[in-house]
């Protein structure tokens, strides 16, 4: 009867001495939940607002949300009393030995984030990177896929994005179009540069603002060399470029301009 007494005097006890810590620690961990969830929702709706791409802003909310909840359970053991520097020091190492481990997939994963928040470009973009052309057909959170012409897929870590040049094509609207054209020495300039500025003219592609611009670039060896460079909607920049180069070969054809090339003459010496 006596021990049965004791333990009822043991239990009373501690009930005073950590009755009011464990009472603190259930209320402080109810009120921070709840405040922890509305913290989430309203990042989630400011994500919303800035157009956050879907893929990725669900996942921040549990990431942000779990870091809180982590911070929270933490300060709550400390107010019960339990030593929590020992729990944090664990958790810590634990911590590193991950990161190290998962070195190039977090460096990946922290590009990744930062693509899809900045956005350097976009699904559909024409861009040059990591030493790759093509156009952007996905962009995950560890890696981005490009699909080039010939419909190759190529894989680039977001690591390696996020951290090195890109060339994006597609952010401005317009492009401008550059050609050199070279002709045979002999041959009229200014015939050179009418035939031109009518193939230009003909085309309803190239913009006339800014104008086009017509300029001997070089006297070469062979030929006098013409640049001509126009500006056309993103979208015509290849389609103009091709079928240019075709219309000048024919135009200049037709009008006797003489497009020089590399000849070689061959003097056979018959002896005898």
């Given at each position: 009867m006596e021990e049965v007494t004791n333990y009822a005097d043991q239990a009373m006890e501690l009930a005073w001495q950590y009755g009011p810590n464990i009472a603190l620690a259930i209320v402080t961990l109810i009120i921070g939940l709840w405040i922890?969830?509305?913290?989430?929702?309203?990042?989630?709706?400011?994500?919303?607002?800035?157009?956050?791409?879907?893929?990725?802003?669900?996942f921040l909310k549990s990431l942000i949300g779990t870091i809180f909840k982590v911070m929270l359970f933490i300060s709550v053991i400390g107010m019960v009393g339990v030593e929590a520097t020992s729990f944090v020091a664990i958790l810590g190492a634990a911590g590193l030995a991950v990161g190290l481990a998962?070195?190039?997939?977090?460096?990946?994963?922290?590009g990744g984030v930062i693509i899809l928040l900045l956005?350097?470009?976009?699904?559909?973009?024409?861009?040059?990177?990591?030493?790759?052309?093509?156009?952007?057909?996905?962009?995950?959170?560890?890696?981005?896929?490009l699909k080039t012409p010939d419909n190759k897929t190529i894989i680039i870590p977001n690591?390696?994005?996020?951290?090195?040049?890109?060339?994006?094509?597609?952010?401005?609207?317009r492009r401008r179009v550059d050609w050199t054209f070279g002709v045979g020495y002999g041959d009229s300039t200014q015939k050179t540069r009418d035939t031109l500025m009518e193939l230009i003219n003909a085309d309803e592609r190239i913009l006339k603002d800014p104008e086009p611009f017509i300029a001997v670039s070089a006297l070469a060896d062979?030929?006098?060399?013409?640049?001509?460079r126009v500006w056309v909607e993103a979208g015509d920049y290849w389609p103009v470029h091709f079928d240019?180069?075709?219309?000048?070969?024919?135009?200049?054809?037709?009008?006797?301009?003489?497009?020089?090339?590399?000849?070689?003459?061959?003097?056979?010496?018959?002896?005898?």
């Open positions: 922890i969830g509305i913290v989430t929702r309203g990042m989630g709706k400011a994500m919303d607002k800035r157009k956050v791409d879907p893929s990725l802003a669900p998962l070195q190039g997939t977090l460096q990946n994963f922290a956005k350097p470009f976009k699904v559909g973009d024409w861009v040059d990177a990591g030493g790759y052309s093509g156009t952007v057909h996905a962009i995950q959170i560890f890696n981005t896929f690591g390696t994005l996020a951290n090195s040049s890109m060339t994006n094509y597609s952010t401005e609207p062979s030929s006098v060399n013409f640049v001509v240019m180069n075709e219309k000048v070969y024919n135009k200049f054809n037709e009008v006797g301009l003489n497009i020089p090339f590399p000849q070689m003459d061959v003097h056979v010496h018959k002896e005898g």
